[in-house]
């Protein structure tokens, strides 16, 4: 039983356009939520992340939208670039487990077209 | 960042053989974990650790154990890898903080043959 989606495999976007990556959650105890960027044969690189106390989170060209209510995220890069064309990871965290451990999602392969 | 290394990056090896996979950080981390992850897949939990003598099986049941002996090495052993073992291993570490952020290793691939 997943508790994290990512339901959309992959996205195309044309550079300097908007990239907008999504995830849902289905444990209502997550309220901590990160974003990775992974490219191939290499490890996760942490980009972003939100406590549930926040709806929003601004770095640079990244912002994470939260709506808990929903129970939805949402990643914008804004403008995109070819050499954001990666495999971005949702993750979210539980306060009932300490925050001790993180939860991903499947991934969603972006790929910025020139 | 955390600077946080793995060794090797790839292997390719027999049925049966015994291996170990290297992480270590050099930031003094309390936290650390080994996480599996095949393509088109999530990352999967195997174990986790607190501190020195602390280990945790994580999420998904591995075959493999973890030693941690010194807060900046978090060794994985597989006594006898099998082809079910290919996958892509890995290590991450993080401060004893609430919310933390785990930052990763660059990974080992395993190919079982």
């Known amino acids: 039983d997943q508790q994290v989606k990512q339901n959309s495999p992959s996205l195309s976007v044309q550079e300097g356009r908007i990239s907008i990556l999504n995830c849902d959650y289905t444990?209502?105890?997550?309220?901590?939520f990160l974003w990775y960027k992974k490219y191939p044969a290499e490890g996760p690189t942490f980009l972003i992340s939100?406590?549930?106390?926040?709806d929003k989170n601004e770095d640079g060209r990244f912002t994470v939208f939260l709506n808990k209510s929903a129970k939805h995220l949402s990643l914008h890069i804004v403008p995109s670039q070819p050499g954001d064309s990666a495999v971005y990871f949702c993750?979210?965290?539980?306060?009932?487990?300490?925050?001790?451990?993180?939860?991903f999602g499947k991934g969603t392969m972006l790929l910025v077209s020139p | 960042e955390a600077d946080i290394y793995q060794t090797p990056r790839y292997l390719v090896i027999g049925t049966g053989k015994k291996i170990t996979l290297e992480c270590s950080q050099t930031?003094?981390?309390?936290?650390m974990y080994w996480y599996q992850q095949d393509p088109g897949m999530e990352l999967h939990l195997i174990h986790y650790s607190y501190g020195v003598n602390s280990t945790e099986k994580g999420d998904l049941s591995s075959e493999s154990t973890v030693s941690r002996i010194r807060t900046e090495h978090f060794p994985l052993t597989l006594e006898s890898a099998r082809p079910s073992h290919t996958s892509q291993y890995l290590c991450?570490?993080?401060?004893?903080?609430?919310?933390?952020?785990?930052?990763f290793g660059p990974g080992t691939r395993l190919l079982v043959l």
């Open positions: 939100i406590s549930s106390i926040k």
């Open positions: 930031m003094g981390h309390d936290k």
């Open positions: 991450a570490s993080s401060e004893q903080v609430l919310r933390e952020t785990q930052y």
């Open positions: 993750a979210a965290s539980a306060r009932d487990s300490g925050y001790s451990t993180l939860t």
């Open positions: 444990n209502s105890m997550f309220d901590y």
